[in-house]
Nanobody, 126 residues
Framework: QVQLIESGGRSVRAGDSLRLSCATS????????MAWFRRAPGKEREFVAA????????RYADSAKGRFTVFRDNAENTVYLQLNNLKPEDTAIYYC???????????????????WGQGTHVSVSS
């Protein structure tokens, strides 16, 4: 049974940092593209960042570039999202997702992700 369990979200102030974790089980992590998406209040879910199978390639939404870092530890079956210099507009539920897709160019497309976690809430106050 595939499981993705996010953690690390909490309420912080603008400029603070957080590290989100996604603990995985039930599948071989190294065979999956992993990504983070988020859904802000009243908005559609949006892509944040993705990391390829071995962790040597990453992709970011424009809003995340320069502030967020996605990385993975396949041996520990965990994927991370480091959030730096947080802004109030980063307030959202952050979701971890897994895709067996072989085409890395599709990494930012939500429909390729078959497995999703329940999310962890990040709230940033000004």
């Amino acid at each position: 049974q595939v499981q993705l369990i996010e953690s690390g979200g909490r309420s912080v102030r603008a400029g603070d940092s957080l590290r989100l974790s996604c603990a995985t089980s039930g599948f071989t992590l190294s065979r999956y593209i992993m990504a983070w998406f988020r859904r802000a209040p009243g908005k559609e879910r949006e892509f944040v960042a993705a990391v390829n199978w071995g962790g040597d390639q990453t992709r970011y939404a424009d809003s995340a570039k320069g502030r967020f870092t996605v990385f993975r530890d396949n041996a520990e079956n965990t994927v991370y999202l480091q959030l730096n210099n947080l802004k109030p507009e980063d307030t959202a539920i952050y979701y971890c997702a897994a895709s067996y897709e072989s085409n890395w160019s599709a990494a930012g497309i939500s429909r390729i992700y078959a497995h999703w976690g329940q999310g962890t809430h990040v709230s940033v106050s000004s």
